[in-house]
């Protein structure tokens, strides 16, 4: 990632798993915040990006560090 953004990849052990970034700094976005992109991995280090039915599309944006907490929390324990 460019500059001081963030990006870290999370497996959960439902091979679920989410990849944060903070929110880039150009216009149209927010200057503040993370995006979350749902992701289901095929092995532990191969996955694909999914929609999942608890939220509406594959990314979720959110305004703060809790706020993708709870939306990773979600994504931990979902089942299928």
């Known amino acids: ?5 963030f990006h870290k ?3 959960f052990p439902n091979d679920y798993g989410a990849s944060v970034v903070n929110n880039p700094k150009l ?3 927010n200057d503040e915040g993370y995006r979350v ?4 991995f ?10 999942m039915p ?3 599309k594959s990314t979720v944006d959110c305004k703060t560090w809790e706020d993708t907490v709870k939306v990773m929390t979600q994504i931990k324990d979902f089942k299928d």
């Open 42 to 51: 095929d092995s532990p280090e191969d996955y694909s990006v999914v929609d």
């Open 1 to 5: 990632m460019e500059g001081d953004r």
């Open 54 to 56: 608890i939220f509406e």
């Open 27 to 29: 216009k149209g976005y």
């Open 9 to 11: 990849i999370f497996h």
């Open 37 to 40: 992109l749902t992701i289901q």
